[in-house]
């Protein structure tokens, strides 16, 4: 018998006759041959006022079965038009079924892997919910830094050197800093991502240039307190020669990621990613208004995020706000 095989009424009358017999858990998975979680599990969820019976351990599995079947989630008409609407959002299959948990106090409302069956099944597809989903690369893609910037940058400090607290995403006010460009390399997007709560923001720039650079930067980070705003993490791009106003203008310190290595500050790159879900490359972004800008980070904002254990970067990031106010 194998630990994948289906648990059935010989082996649960063999486990209450061995638990009776004060055999203990380990015990009892080396003769059925399972696994000592599988029992413990077993003993636990098919018990009766604590005490573990054959007949109404296979009684109480039996019936759980039953209502499996029964109650899909997904056959509540309330429950799928929230699921759907979400999707149409841009929500993930696993942001729904996090932050539903999260919102009836941690009791599992639906699980993802439903969802994703669901959207892939015939009836999902004949809907087209596989539309709402990001599209999935059969390829691993590699990532690409942006060129060094060729006159170097001056009083660059590598990001090697960058504390390990802040390296850990513990504390609030540590940022990275990166730039999307447009068609023919006009306009540009600066975007900005606190590593904790990763909040997002982009700001349109009239070119990728140091001066227009350091403007948006200081325009951005000078709108914070202090507490808010300790540290930022660049690419080599020109954008970014100018950083030294950071640190005489409001105190920050920056770094510097290694040449040609965007997986050092990968949150914001994803983020930039989901960006382009709504901004496709190859976008003239002289056609693209800071207003339009503003509600898409919004809504990018606003989706539950498991590494926050599914709150929104929105209200994480005003939650730090507050605590460092008050």
Not at 116 to 144: A, D, M, N, P
Not at 184 to 213: C, P, Q
Not at 251 to 269: H, I, L, R, V
Request: charged share 30%; with cysteine.
């Amino acid at each position: 018998m194998t630990n994948k095989d289906k648990m059935g009424p010989l082996e649960r009358d063999q486990i209450a006759v061995l638990l009776s017999s004060k055999t203990s858990l380990r015990g009892i998975a080396r003769r059925l041959g399972r696994s000592v979680s599988s029992i413990s599990d077993e003993v636990k969820r098919n018990s009766l006022g604590g005490v573990y019976t054959a007949i109404s351990a296979q009684a109480k599995s039996e019936e759980r079965n039953r209502q499996s079947r029964k109650t899909n989630p997904l056959k509540s008409s309330t429950l799928y038009s929230h699921i759907y609407n979400k999707l149409r959002d841009g929500w993930s299959p696993e942001e729904i079924a996090g932050r539903l948990k999260r919102d009836n106090d941690d009791v599992t409302v639906i699980c993802h892997e439903t969802i994703y069956r669901y959207v892939h099944s015939k009836e999902g597809k004949k809907k087209g919910l596989y539309e709402y989903l990001v599209r999935q690369h059969k390829e691993r893609r590699h990532w690409f830094g942006r060129h060094k910037y060729q006159r170097g940058i001056p009083d660059r400090v590598s990001i090697d050197l960058r504390p390990k607290y802040i390296n850990s995403r513990k504390k609030f006010g540590h940022w990275e800093v990166d730039s999307v460009e447009g068609k023919a390399h006009k306009k540009g997007i600066h975007s900005f991502l606190e590593r904790k709560t990763r909040f997002y923001l982009a700001v349109l720039l009239e070119n990728i240039d140091s001066e227009f650079g350091v403007e948006t930067q200081l325009k951005v980070f000078g709108q914070l307190p202090p507490k808010a705003r300790r540290s930022s993490t660049f690419d080599n791009g020109r954008e970014n020669f100018n950083h030294t106003k950071l640190k005489i203008y409001l105190g920050m310190k920056t770094y510097f990621c290694d040449p040609n290595s965007a997986w050092q500050k990968g949150a914001n790159e994803h983020f930039n990613g989901v960006l382009r879900r709504y901004i496709p490359k190859k976008t003239d972004l002289t056609t693209v208004t800071q207003l339009e800008l503003d509600s898409i980070t919004e809504e990018m904002n606003s989706r539950p995020l498991k590494c926050l254990k599914y709150e929104t970067p929105s209200e994480a990031f005003h939650r730090e706000l507050k605590s460092i106010i008050n």
